[in-house]
């Protein structure tokens, strides 16, 4: 049964650089399928950030386009995401989840990861 | 991008009720739609997927319908563990959106 956990700071400064960290056991990210990232600002609906495939192909949502970066490292079983430049509208719960791709549909996720964007 | 309009955005309902939960997108889907179950401080829980088709381990009294643009999620007799936040997803293509989300109380 795949896992998934994201790891990362809490909390971050306005302006400054966030990293987190999916961690997926019970299933190689290397066996293909897409992985991504989606958030949800406190109290409000699901926003997809961006996908890669183990080959390293990325998918960006527009509005976060030139902020993020995702990465996979397949030797750690892991994938990661960058967003730079944060501001409070960043303030959100992070999920990672295996299956995110246009003709498909994210059937496992991390618990999520509230990173808070405060001075 | 492909807008995802949920209605209602909540609604009130006892056990045993029968619920429905509309999703309608701004073009056609050929089906490529999922419906998602989230819980306070949960992740969301993927219910069905291309349209009508029931994940493993979900209950029967779950079911989807639709086509086009026009989707619908079925709760045929609510159960207490059944009230939570229901979210729609469109997988025709990106950039992937969400509904804003169908919140279901306990009447």
């Known amino acids: 049964q795949v896992q998934l956990q994201e790891s990362g700071p809490g909390l971050v400064k306005p302006s400054e650089t966030v990293s987190l960290t999916c961690t997926v056991a019970?299933?190689?990210?290397?066996?293909?399928?897409?992985w991504g990232w989606i958030r949800q600002p406190p109290g409000k609906g699901l926003e997809w950030i961006g996908s890669i495939h183990y080959s390293g192909t990325t998918y960006y949502n527009t509005p976060l386009k030139s902020r993020v970066t995702i990465s996979v490292d397949t030797s750690k079983n892991q994938f990661s995401l960058i967003l730079s430049s944060v501001t409070a509208a960043d303030t959100a719960v992070y999920y990672c989840?295996?299956?995110?791709?246009?003709?498909?549909?994210?059937?496992?996720w991390g618990q999520g990861t509230l990173v808070t964007v405060s001075s | 991008d492909i807008q995802m309009t949920q209605s209602p955005s909540s609604v009130s309902a006892s056990v045993g009720d029968r619920v429905t939960i509309t999703c309608r997108a701004s073009q056609d889907l050929s089906r490529w739609l999922a419906w998602y179950q989230q819980k306070p401080g949960k992740a969301p829980k993927r219910l069905i997927y291309?349209?009508?088709s029931l994940q493993s381990g979900v209950p029967s009294r779950f079911s989807g319908s639709g086509s086009g643009t026009d989707y619908t999620l079925t709760i045929s007799s609510l159960q207490p563990e059944d009230f939570a936040t229901y979210y729609c997803q469109q997988a025709n293509s990106f950039p992937i959106t969400f509904g804003q989300g169908t919140r279901l109380d306990i009447k």
């Open positions: 019970g299933y190689s990210i290397s066996s293909g399928l897409y």
């Open positions: 291309a349209a009508s």
């Open positions: 989840a295996r299956r995110v791709f246009w003709n498909d549909y994210p059937d496992s």
